[in-house]
């Protein structure tokens, strides 16, 4: 849907449009251009968006929860060695 990315980057610039209005924009012109039989309504364009907002929350929980732990990995590793050289020096 086109119309989606050429309206994309209105809501972070600025313009104080609200989500609807945001998403009337879109429907508005991508029925400009659609076929009569393939018009889309408000809901028709809103859902295909929230599913692939709810994968994105799930991909980017998971790689908070990744990254920590990989922190943690560091932070052992770098406290063994430090044991282990503080073993050999002392």
């Known amino acids: 849907m086109s119309s989606w990315i050429e309206h994309s980057t209105v809501s972070t ?20 251009t659609a076929p009569p039989r393939r018009k889309r309504n408000l809901k028709q364009c809103k859902d295909p968006w929230h599913k692939i907002i709810r994968w994105t ?11 920590i732990l990989y922190i943690i990995y560091i932070i052992l590793v770098v406290l063994k060695y430090y044991n282990y050289v ?5």
Do not use: P, R
């Open 57 to 67: 929350d799930l991909f980017e929980c998971a790689y908070v929860i990744m990254f």
């Open 13 to 32: 610039c600025g313009a104080n449009i609200g989500g609807n209005q945001y998403w009337s924009d879109v429907v508005q012109s991508y029925n400009k």
């Open 86 to 90: 503080h073993l050999i020096y002392t």
